[in-house]
């Protein structure tokens, strides 16, 4: 085996990791048997033709070997340093392999040829060496490889500096495998060019956020040592000077220091020592924080004492509300009740208080909030209120969890908290508007707040602590008790506020709206004084309310106006402003009655109906189809629910069965279609107690006998003819009154609820209990002869 035979005959050395290119010196590890005999091979051909000992160093890619490979010399065969056996061979010359062919030894021979380098006459072959050249030392120069830069300006031809990328870690194993296959040096030239640039672009890219990430770790430990050093010398400084205040940042401290429960202590301190261990830099350290204020703030051994001085709580509400007698009557009662357990040590039994959980349900402005004020003022409590008014989130009860952004306590802990006492009372504003929807049932969050059997243990999600409810008082309101959810409802005993008469409102009026009024308007009593004939037509005939809210609106209109004559012409004082003086200053009143006026025609009636804003007055007009062209059955409108419907039904078949009996020309109820329209028709109304007074229409309507209109009824009516029950008869009762009806019909079973409605009011009022239809018709309907002279 010469160099000048053409065709080389050698075994051939597999490399399954690395590419050799000419020029490049690289080891060989000697622990598998495949690169054992192929050494051992090429040595023994050296010595029979006295040569150096040559072999072939062949790619193999996925057990296939490549088209080209190296002629490589063995330089030395030894152990490596760290006591391995191995070779180290130089590549000198690019071959091509060919067929395979026999051997000494176990080894792989093949025949290969040598392929010359293909650089000749090509213009662009300096430009790229330069290029290649220029690129290749910029990358070595951001590395810091001076040496190997001087070693590469050494290097001159062309085909050798290409085949320095054998080296480069940046190209993959495919990509010198190319470049052993591609004798052509620019084309080798040309695309180390490319695979350098790119690469190059990577380092700085990659250098770029390794500075930048550098910059940011400096910056955190610059900051870290610099806050260290702050609270060293914070702590130096509070020692020289004494300054407690600095202590308010120790919050180990200010735990220890907190008279906490026992189980709130230990939580507080495994979260002080998470605190401690936690880098200042991650956002938990602020969530920490926050829940530590949140728990040091709480009054957990806060307490008032209680008053329970019963002739000043009664003292309390009659100063602060006029009637309701029943109401503050209720009130003293629980109060009472409260004072004698707890004198006989019964407050708490078994982690549990045992007292009832008020609700005080009535239409909007008679006193609700400001009945819960005055509990807490005759208890000696601190008072805070919960806006229940459309909360749909139950977090907003039982607070988020602290893994949540922006997490805070839920309602309750935070009333505790503005009320500065664990024994505040708290007053539940508006339950009947509550809702429900994907967040959770806020009611039934609720539940465990009011429960007895459940609040001494009630545990808020963001503190996650067992929290002491069982000594606080808890007082609910609302406008419509069907709209209280029932489990809520049963654990809460009912305080029905149903409205104020007359008299009381100009009660109200002239001890609380008139002041407080005066003050706002910058009057004195001694300036303006309001008489109470105009007090009362105000209540009578421009505000028709259960409440007085619209009562104080007007009243506030009056003295705006007043202050503005006072203003602008000089007239003297102090201003008398009597029933007289109303209209020049709010025009024509707004409820005039209208019932004679409504039911000056057969066919309309005067029910009564409770409402979300109290009792309120309701007319039921009907009317018959023409039997030519009209419908033949019943037709309902006025936005009627289905309780009103049915009752509307039941009125038409009592009268068709019994017309007769009734002297009612039953003929037109079967033969022409029946109309009953409720007015208001943009205001949905329901409910079970319509059924008299369409009853009433439709014989005032068959009968031509127009209903009285000093009478209004309310009770519903079976198919036999029976008045049924019905609710509100307070409510109702006192609408009657300030509508200026003075008859009421009621069913007989209701006389108990009578005992509820005002003795003034019952003086002023004939109250008749019915208890058949036929009674209602003759005490609502004209008599015969009357109508036909009205006709």
Excluded: C
Excluded at 26 to 49: N, Q
Excluded at 431 to 440: E, I, M, Q, S, T
Aim: no cysteine; hydrophobic share 45%; glycine share 8%.
């Amino acid at each position: 085996m010469t160099e000048a035979r053409a065709t080389l005959t050698l075994p051939v050395l597999p490399l399954d990791e690395l590419v050799a290119l000419p020029g490049m010196v690289v080891p060989i590890p000697l622990d598998d048997a495949e690169a054992r005999s192929a050494i051992e091979a090429a040595r023994a051909a050296r010595a029979e033709d006295d040569q150096s000992a040559q072999i072939l160093l062949v790619p193999r890619v996925d057990g296939k070997y490549a088209g080209s490979g190296a002629l490589g010399v063995i330089e030395q065969v030894g152990r490596f340093p760290g006591g391995e056996r191995g070779a180290v061979i130089r590549a000198t010359a690019r071959v091509s392999i060919g067929a395979g062919t026999t051997g000494p030894g176990a080894a792989l021979w093949v025949e290969a040829d040598r392929v010359a380098e293909q650089a000749e006459d090509d213009p662009s072959l300096p430009e790229l060496t330069r290029d290649y050249r220029a690129v290749l030392t910029t990358m070595l120069q951001q590395r810091g490889a001076w040496q190997m830069i001087d070693s590469l300006r050494q290097v001159a031809d062309a085909a050798a500096l290409a085949d320095l990328a054998g080296y480069a870690s940046y190209l993959t194993r495919e990509q010198k495998v190319w470049l052993l296959e591609t004798p052509e040096v620019p084309a080798r030239l040309t695309k180390l060019v490319e695979w350098t640039r790119a690469h190059l672009a990577e380092l700085e890219v990659a250098e770029s956020i390794n500075q930048d990430v550098k910059e940011g770790m400096e910056r955190q430990q610059k900051e870290f040592l610099l806050r260290q050093q702050l609270a060293a010398i914070r702590k130096e400084l509070a020692e020289l000077s004494g300054d407690p205040a600095s202590e308010e940042q120790d919050y180990r401290a200010r735990v220890e220091a907190a008279e906490l429960p026992e189980h709130v202590r230990k939580a507080a301190l495994s979260e002080v020592d998470k605190l401690e261990r936690t880098s200042d830099q991650s956002p938990e350290v602020g969530w920490i924080r926050t829940w530590l204020d949140t728990v040091l703030d709480l009054p957990w051994q806060e307490r008032s004492e209680d008053a329970y001085d019963i002739p000043g709580a009664r003292a309390v509400l009659e100063a602060d509300h006029a009637g309701l007698a029943d109401v503050k009557e209720r009130i003293i009662e629980y109060l009472a009740v409260r004072k004698r357990r707890e004198e006989r040590g019964l407050g708490v039994v078994g982690g549990r208080r045992s007292g009832a959980v008020l609700a005080l349900v009535g239409p909007p402005g008679v006193g609700k909030t400001s009945l819960g004020e005055s509990v807490a003022r005759a208890m000696g409590r601190s008072f805070a209120r919960v806006a229940l008014g459309g909360v749909r989130d139950e977090a907003e009860i039982r607070g988020h969890r602290r893994t949540y952004v922006g997490a805070l306590p839920g309602r309750i802990v935070r009333a505790v908290s503005d009320a500065g006492t664990m024994n505040p009372v708290i007053l539940l504003d508006e339950v009947d508007k509550l809702g429900a929807d994907y967040r959770g049932d806020p009611t039934a969050a609720l539940l465990e707040v009011l429960d007895p059997a459940q609040n001494h243990t009630f545990r808020d999600h963001y503190l996650d602590v067992e929290l002491d409810l069982s000594d606080v008082v808890f007082l609910a309101t609302a406008n419509v008790l069907e709209m209280i959810p029932a489990p809520l409802l049963d654990r809460m005993e009912l305080v029905q506020l149903d409205g104020y008469t007359e008299d009381e409102k100009v009660t109200i009026a002239q001890r609380h709206l008139l002041p407080r009024q005066l003050e706002r308007a910058g009057l004195t009593a001694d300036e303006v004084q309001v008489d109470d004939s105009a007090l009362r037509l105000l209540a009578r005939e421009y505000t028709r309310e259960a409440g007085v809210r619209e009562l104080e609106r007007s009243v506030a209109r009056v003295l705006r106006k007043t202050a503005a004559k006072l203003a602008v012409e000089e007239i003297p004082v102090p201003v008398s402003v009597g029933a007289e003086a109303l209209r020049p200053l709010l025009g024509r009143p707004k409820h005039t009655p209208e019932t004679a006026e409504r039911t000056a025609l057969p066919g309309v009636a005067t029910g009564l109906a409770v409402t979300g804003v109290g009792g309120d007055v309701l007319f039921v007009e009907a009317s018959l189809a023409d039997p030519e062209t009209g419908p033949t059955d019943i037709t309902l409108t006025g936005q009627l629910g289905d309780v009103m419907k049915e009752s509307a039904r039941i009125a038409l078949s009592y009268l068709r069965s019994h017309g007769v009996e009734l002297e009612l020309p039953v003929g037109d109820l079967a033969a022409r279609g029946v109309h009953i329209h409720v007015p208001a028709g943009a205001i949905p109304k329901d409910g079970p107690s319509a059924g008299v007074t369409m009853t009433t229409a439709l014989a005032s309507l068959l009968s031509g006998r127009p209903a009285r209109a000093e009478v209004g009824m309310t009770g519903e009516v079976s198919l036999t003819g029976r008045v049924l029950p019905i609710g509100g008869v307070k409510q109702k009762v006192l609408a009657a009154h300030r509508a200026g009806l003075t008859t009421v019909l009621l069913p007989q079973r209701n006389e108990p609820d009578l005992d509820e409605v005002p003795a003034e009011v019952r003086e002023e009022l004939t109250i008749h209990l019915v208890s058949d239809v036929r009674q209602v018709l003759e005490l609502a309907l004209e008599p015969a002869r009357a109508a036909l002279a009205a006709a």
